[in-house]
């Protein structure tokens, strides 16, 4: 029985170090990915401005959207 033991142990303590190698790829890509699309965000100058907001454009209720010109 101890066998069987030893055999499950080696195959769970296996599957453990698959698993945290893959996380530890997707990770590592994970990385790799953030970095190359903040450096193509900085080499686009031709992106939209990021309109402005006012205390009037928040207003949605009734009476203000009513009277509004």
Request: glycine content about 2%; charged content about 40%; hydrophobic content about 35%.
């Given at each position: 029985?101890?066998?069987?033991?030893?055999?499950?142990?080696?195959?769970?303590?296996?599957?453990?170090?698959?698993?945290?190698?893959r996380?530890?790829?997707?990770?590592?890509?994970?990385?790799?990915?953030?970095?190359?699309?903040?450096?193509?965000s900085?080499?686009?100058?031709?992106?939209?401005?990021?309109?402005?907001?006012?205390?009037?454009?928040?207003d949605?209720?009734?009476?203000?959207?009513?009277?509004?010109?």
């Amino acid at each position: 029985m101890s066998q069987s033991f030893d055999e499950a142990m080696a195959k769970f303590s296996g599957e453990v170090d698959d698993a945290v190698s893959r996380a530890r790829r997707a990770a590592a890509e994970a990385r790799d990915l953030t970095a190359r699309l903040r450096i193509e965000s900085r080499e686009e100058p031709d992106a939209p401005p990021v309109p402005q907001t006012s205390d009037e454009d928040d207003d949605f209720s009734q009476e203000q959207i009513m009277t509004r010109d």
